[in-house]
């Protein structure tokens, strides 16, 4: 999901300060270089005996910023034109020293005077001992730079380099370089309730067989990701899905389409925007056996109900106001269900997707959208990832509800 579309065009300080952690802002580096972000580094002279410049320099493509009164930058005033025009500064591993002085307003090396004259989001990401973390100066100087307004990215738990267990171990890169993502999103969600179906779901026929589909979940996973970086305050229901939360998603796992109907339709009441991404089972078997079915005759026939379609209740019950977008899995006729659905189940977009076509639809990466709207649009997406398609489902969600992608 992490691909080389989501940062381009994006321009981002890299503050490397001198902890154990900083060999992992190399690979934080490279990740955000593979999402098409231009990524430039900072760091301080200790921070140079964990991790050589030359490795940054060397990955960056640009020269590392360490001294101030350095001959090599000639008259360029680095700490000013650096923090010109970038889009995010995200310092990581940020140490006790580094917190001290930036909650402190003191600017005395490269890094923090390059810090202290930017004006865009900055994340800070804090690496140390347990009970240097927990001590109350270094809790008093986060509290003052959260209310400055930077982003803190929580350090992980676990066993730390001087072997004591506890909070302190610098956050997963990935997670970090997500978090640079919100940061430079547009918020064009704030404020909203999101809710959002995924996965697939299992219908028992007895204690060691159901009736499933192949859904992964990767699509609707993808769209409440998309939603809560954008500022949404996102429910995620999902079937039976191998996939992690999504951060800042508060995630109901669900198995039977009955349990995922319960959940949708109890969280559906206070929501302002509703994707439906799952592939839920229109059908169960009538009366699920207590024991495992025996291998006794030739053939086996077995009775099955229909299940509530949660989409078109959801649209019966649809307030003025809300949004409600489904998806439709079809084998043939894409266009003609699609807008029947769209049109049934009183919908306001429709994501429709060819089942069986090269790298789109159930389980793949990647997938191919056909849109359609209630006032008779439509629009073709090329094969692209799951979250760039989720991003412009979003961008067109954003749109109805009178927000401008970008504000
Ligand atoms: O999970 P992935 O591996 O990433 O795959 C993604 C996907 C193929 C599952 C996704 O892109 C997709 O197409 N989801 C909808 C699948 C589906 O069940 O479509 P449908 O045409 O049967 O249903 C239409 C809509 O009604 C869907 O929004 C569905 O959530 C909803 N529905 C269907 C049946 C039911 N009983 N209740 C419902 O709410």
């Keep these: 999901m992490w691909t080389e579309t989501l940062l381009s065009g994006k321009r981002i300080v890299l503050g490397v300060s001198g902890g154990i952690a900083a060999y992992k802002s190399v690979e934080l580096l490279r990740l955000l270089q593979k999402a098409g972000a231009d990524v430039r580094v900072a760091m301080t002279?200790?921070?140079?005996?964990?991790?050589?410049?030359?490795?940054?320099?060397?990955?960056?493509?640009?020269?590392?910023?360490?001294?101030m009164f350095d001959d090599a930058a000639g008259h360029e005033i680095r700490h000013i034109n650096w923090a010109k025009g970038i889009n995010v500064a995200v310092i990581a591993p940020a140490t006790a020293s580094i917190i001290g002085k930036l909650a402190n307003g003191i600017a005395d090396d490269a890094l923090t005077t390059l810090l202290t004259a930017v004006t865009a989001?900055?994340?800070?990401?804090?690496?140390?001992?347990t009970d240097m973390y927990e001590n109350r100066s270094v809790q008093r100087n986060l509290d003052i730079l959260a209310g400055d307004g930077f982003i803190l990215v929580e350090p992980d738990e676990g066993e730390l380099a001087c072997?004591?267990?506890?909070?302190?171990?610098?956050?997963?890169?990935?997670?970090?370089?997500?978090r640079v993502l919100g940061a430079v999103s547009p918020k064009d969600l704030s404020g909203k309730r999101v809710l959002v179906s995924a996965g697939p779901t299992r219908e028992p026929i007895d204690p060691v067989r159901y009736v499933s589909n192949p859904s992964s979940g990767k699509m609707g996973f993808a769209v409440a990701r998309a939603a809560a970086l954008r500022g949404g305050d996102v429910v995620l229901v999902s079937g039976p899905a191998a996939l992690p939360d999504p951060e800042d998603v508060k995630v109901l796992r669900v198995v039977t389409a009955a349990e995922m109907a319960k959940a949708v339709l109890d969280e559906g009441d206070a929501a302002d925007i509703v994707i439906k991404t799952a592939a839920v089972s229109d059908y169960r078997p009538v009366g699920v056996s207590s024991h495992k079915i025996k291998k006794e005759?030739?053939?086996?026939?077995?009775?099955?109900?229909?299940?509530?379609?949660?989409?078109?209740?959801?649209?019966?019950?649809?307030?003025?106001?809300?949004?409600?977008?489904g998806f439709a899995a079809e084998t043939r006729e894409i266009e003609k269900y699609a807008r029947d659905k769209l049109k049934r189940k009183n919908l306001d977009m429709i994501a429709a997707n060819i089942v069986g076509a090269k790298d789109s639809g159930f389980n793949a990466d990647t997938n191919a959208i056909q849109l359609f709207f209630a006032d008779g649009r439509k629009e073709d997406l090329p094969v692209i990832d799951k979250f760039s398609a989720a991003n412009i489902i979003i961008d067109h969600v954003a749109a109805m509800i009178g927000r401008k992608n970008g504000t």
């Design 45 to 67: 002279k200790n921070a140079q005996a964990f991790v050589g410049r030359l490795t940054f320099e060397a990955i960056s493509g640009h020269p590392v910023f360490d001294a």
């Design 297 to 325: 005759k030739d053939t086996l026939v077995m009775e099955m109900e229909k299940t509530t379609d949660i989409l078109a209740e959801l649209g019966r019950r649809k307030k003025p106001g809300r949004i409600l977008v």
């Design 121 to 129: 989001p900055r994340l800070i990401c804090p690496a140390m001992n």
């Design 163 to 178: 072997k004591t267990t506890g909070p302190g171990r610098l956050a997963d890169p990935q997670k970090i370089a997500w």
